[in-house]
């Protein structure tokens, strides 16, 4: 953050897409911030077409922070690898429902497939953690009622009964 604050140039040498990537992985939510103000572009990806929002659910940041960061700076929820891994494969694969939850509520496809004819449904509700359980229903009733406005989670937040 220094660095970038010092006027360093986050954009070299790939436009930023290995800067940005990394921020996602590590969830700095603010860093991103500062980097997408000064240039690099949001969907930024590396050759094979991975983008810093496929990483964003890795890390499980607070409150899908830094999926949340991307996406109002327009990232592409619907962005695929060369291999068609996608954003939301990545929440299904690390079981972040709450990055799910933003990602479908952005538009995301709960019926994409990866080239190996995985979707987020597949990868989701094969694991047994209760993140994966969530992400689960989340891509299931999105494939069956279409986009999510509002979700379980909503009311858990609204009633406080949810937890990280």
Same mark, same amino acid.
């Given at each position: 953050?220094?660095?970038?604050?010092?006027?360093?140039?986050?954009?070299?040498?790939?436009?930023? $897409?290995?800067?940005?990537?990394?921020?996602?992985?590590?969830?700095?939510?603010?860093? $991103?911030?500062?980097?997408?103000?000064?240039?690099?572009?949001?969907?930024?990806?590396? $050759?094979?077409?991975?983008?810093?929002?496929?990483?964003?659910?890795?890390?499980?940041?607070?409150?899908?922070?830094?999926?949340?960061?991307?996406?109002?700076?327009?990232?592409?929820?619907?962005?695929?690898?060369?291999?068609?891994?996608?954003?939301?494969?990545?929440?299904?694969?690390?079981?972040?429902?709450?990055?799910?939850?933003?990602?479908?509520?952005?538009?995301?496809?709960?019926?994409?497939?990866?080239?190996?004819?995985?979707?987020?449904?597949?990868?989701?509700?094969?694991?047994?953690?209760?993140?994966?359980?969530?992400?689960?229903?989340?891509?299931?009733?999105?494939?069956?009622?279409?986009?999510?406005?509002?979700?379980?989670?909503?009311?858990?937040?609204?009633?406080?009964?949810?937890?990280?």
């Amino acid at each position: 953050m220094e660095l970038v604050s010092a006027g360093a140039d986050p954009k070299f040498p790939d436009g930023g $897409a290995d800067a940005l990537i990394g921020t996602a992985f590590l969830c700095n939510p603010k860093l $991103a911030s500062e980097m997408l103000k000064r240039g690099v572009p949001v969907n930024a990806a590396r $050759a094979d077409g991975e983008t810093a929002l496929m990483e964003a659910p890795s890390r499980r940041c607070k409150e899908g922070a830094m999926v949340q960061v991307l996406l109002d700076a327009g990232a592409n929820p619907n962005a695929r690898t060369r291999s068609g891994f996608n954003p939301l494969l990545a929440a299904a694969m690390t079981g972040d429902a709450i990055g799910a939850e933003k990602l479908l509520k952005a538009g995301a496809d709960p019926k994409a497939k990866d080239d190996h004819g995985h979707t987020a449904e597949d990868e989701a509700c094969d694991r047994g953690e209760s993140g994966h359980f969530q992400v689960c229903q989340l891509v299931r009733q999105a494939s069956t009622t279409g986009p999510i406005r509002t979700s379980p989670f909503d009311e858990a937040r609204r009633t406080g009964n949810i937890s990280d």
